[in-house]
């Protein structure tokens, strides 16, 4: 697979008809795959130039930086151009953003947008003035309409309601993939193993947005992949606060694993809600039936 140049600087080497996409990508999800695929059709050098973070705030994220270069990176596109959050592009106007920084800086000759997207200061480069400015400055405009999965129109914004709601089914038709986390392996309190069920605590990377509940997961540690048991919650029985946490247990095997050690988390079920059961007795029960669930999903 060929390697993608990502770039973080103000300046870019001149290319020369260059087909040209721009968004925050959070997610990366089916409407991106849709620009991705368009941006390719051409035939020329593709560069994707990113938000690292969304313009607006936002209740969470999707993908972190890391993640969305990575999963861009493997749709094999030839160049992506990271705008920091305090970077000057943003006070750009719409003539400046197109003439000195798509046509000039990236030597853009097809430029490929999606239904909702705008650029420049106040969200004045729509694909109708786009399109007004396309044949003086020798450029193809190309419009991706709305993608829909089950009848809705994928968004970042539905997708992070769906996980909200932990409704993963809904968020993974939406994405086109599975969902899923990065973090590091914690110190937890030791109480999994204490009533029979050992589990690795995941820090997740900062603002990344859970769904809560138990889910059948996959669990990649230093390249190799496990079946686990996840849970994601508040620990609601144990009274012990208000930070969703997520815990895995490995399922076949015993794991031990050092803290900060770095993990992939997929989730690709989801087993039940999260809940506050009456006892301790009570919660060992529901893990075995969690237990037995993901087992037979893995067919262990």
């Not at 893990?287 to 893995?298: E, G, L, M, P, T």
Request: with cysteine; glycine share 8%; charged share 25%.
């Amino acid at each position: 697979m060929k390697k993608t140049k990502i770039d973080k600087t103000s300046k870019m080497p001149p290319l020369r008809g260059v087909a040209v996409t721009i968004g925050t990508f959070d997610g990366v999800h089916k409407g991106h795959a849709a620009l991705i695929k368009r941006l390719k059709s051409f035939g020329l050098e593709t560069v994707v130039v990113v938000l690292e973070k969304p313009f607006k705030p936002v209740d969470g994220l999707l993908t972190s930086t890391t993640e969305k270069l990575n999963i861009l990176s493997s749709m094999g596109v030839d160049k992506i151009f990271i705008i920091p959050p305090d970077s000057e592009i943003f006070n750009m106007t719409a003539t400046a953003f197109l003439k000195d920084f798509l046509i000039k800086n990236l030597c853009a000759s097809h430029i490929v947008i999606g239904h909702d997207f705008a650029f420049g200061k106040n969200k004045t480069g729509t694909y109708k003035w786009l399109a007004a400015q396309a044949e003086t400055l020798n450029l193809q405009i190309d419009l991706v309409k709305a993608v829909k999965a089950n009848k809705e129109t994928v968004s970042s914004s539905g997708i992070r309601s769906a996980l909200k709601a932990s409704n993963l089914k809904k968020a993974s038709a939406l994405l086109g993939r599975n969902y899923g986390f990065c973090g590091t392996a914690q110190k937890g309190r030791g109480v999994g193993a204490k009533i029979g069920f050992p589990t690795i605590n995941i820090k997740p990377e900062s603002n990344k947005i859970l769904p809560t509940g138990v889910f059948a997961a996959t669990v990649k540690i230093k390249d190799v992949l496990y079946p686990a048991a996840l849970s994601i919650g508040r620990r609601l029985t144990f009274n012990v606060g208000q930070a969703i946490v997520p815990e895995a247990h490995i399922l076949g095997t015993k794991l031990v694993v050092k803290k900060d050690t770095k993990i992939e988390v997929e989730l690709l079920k989801k087993i039940r809600s999260e809940k506050k059961f009456p006892s301790v007795k009570a919660l060992v029960s529901a893990i075995q039936k969690d237990v037995a669930r993901a087992s037979k999903f893995f067919n262990l």
